[in-house]
């Protein structure tokens, strides 16, 4: 079986990041490759979380693995908050489209979600603690936010212009 194609991700401050995901009509073939091609995508870059957003996907699709072993993938298909707590802790975070950023943003503690699965089966999920923060961080990326709004102005301009600064650098090379 050959391996799924990785998809190319997306880096802040690329526009694109900014578009909000519309509803899967079907859980079909071409959401299933597209499934497959993002747990790749996001085992491959060492992520936790991939929103289908940041491989320029624009439906309403995340997967996660905040497994140790990396082989519990779980895939949320037009995900919706149905209740969070309003306990919040503040937490470092990263993103793989902001490589080498991490910063402190603000969760709810748990959560609890609705979504189809990739069988297109409704399930609820239940979720605190580091689940919960990437759940909350990859829903974010299907309304067209990056953790880093979350961050003052300044922060963001700074870790803007480094990361363009490395893209030229990277282009040049």
């Known amino acids: 079986m050959s391996k799924p194609e990785l998809l ?5 401050p690329d526009p694109r990041l900014h578009t909000v995901a519309k509803h ?13 091609r993002m747990l ?19 439906e309403r699709l995340i997967v996660i693995d905040v ?40 969760r709810s503690v748990s959560i609890k979600v609705r979504a189809l699965d990739e069988k297109g089966q ?8 580091i689940l919960a923060v990437c759940i909350q961080h990859e829903m974010d990326h299907l309304m067209g936010k ?3 709004e979350y961050l003052s102005p300044l922060k963001r301009d700074r870790i803007k212009t480094k990361l363009l600064k490395a893209q030229r650098e990277a282009e040049r090379d």
């Not at 519990?72 to 919040?88: C, G, M, Y």
Request: glycine share 8%; aromatic share 6%.
């Open 8 to 12: 190319p991700i997306l880096c802040f």
């Open 24 to 36: 899967v009509a079907a859980v079909d073939a071409r959401i299933q490759q597209q499934i497959e």
């Open 40 to 58: 790749a995508t996001m085992y491959d870059a060492n992520g936790i979380g991939l929103a289908a957003t940041q491989v320029d996907f624009h």
């Open 67 to 106: 497994s140790e072993e990396r082989n519990t993938p779980l895939v949320l298909i037009n995900p919706e908050v149905e209740w969070a707590s309003d306990e919040k802790r503040k937490g470092e975070e990263g993103c793989l489209s902001v490589p080498g950023i991490y910063d402190g943003v603000e």
């Open 122 to 129: 409704s399930r609820t999920v239940d979720a605190e603690g």
């Open 146 to 148: 990056v953790f880093v």
